[in-house]
């Protein structure tokens, strides 16, 4: 059971997750759950301008955020997800293979979505990056 820890600010809402597990099953499964979470506040979450479902993956601090974002990127909605794996992080920053941990990041994310039919309901369009917005791409 996955415990959210949920903060209110003055436009956003912050829903955060921490988990100590480095196995690739647990990750890849947290990973899952946080998607399910951010779709199920897509209801609520997108807007007149909404365009894309963002996920940012920093690989310094092994946390993924999930947004809903505008075609400029800089509009985002109300509701975010953050997920922190500290333990892999820890592991990541002791070896050189952070970017094939991206890659199996996004590898995840999008072999997920394709068989999320809940997501398949709005006219979201799914990009990913690990540096900037700037440097998105589609999952």
């Known amino acids: 059971m996955?415990?959210?820890?949920?903060?209110?600010?003055?436009?956003?809402?912050?829903?955060?997750?921490?988990?100590?597990?480095?196995?690739?099953?647990?990750?890849?499964?947290?990973?899952?759950?946080?998607?399910?979470?951010?779709?199920?506040?897509?209801?609520?979450?997108?807007?007149?301008?909404?365009?894309?479902?963002l996920f940012e993956w920093n690989s310094n601090n092994a946390s993924l955020n999930i947004l809903v974002t505008d075609a400029t990127k800089n509009h985002d909605a109300p509701e975010i997800i953050c997920c922190r794996f500290p333990a892999l992080a820890t592991e990541l920053n002791n070896q050189e293979e952070s970017g094939d941990y991206t890659e199996l990041v996004k590898f995840w994310l999008h072999d997920y979505l394709t068989t999320c039919t809940a997501f398949f309901s709005y006219s979201l369009v799914a990009i990913f990056h690990s540096s900037t917005r700037s440097n998105t791409e589609l999952l």
């Open 2 to 53: 996955l415990i959210w820890n949920t903060t209110q600010s003055q436009n956003q809402t912050l829903h955060t997750l921490t988990i100590p597990e480095t196995t690739e099953l647990k990750i890849r499964k947290t990973i899952e759950a946080c998607t399910d979470k951010a779709v199920s506040l897509l209801k609520n979450n997108i807007q007149d301008d909404s365009l894309y479902l």
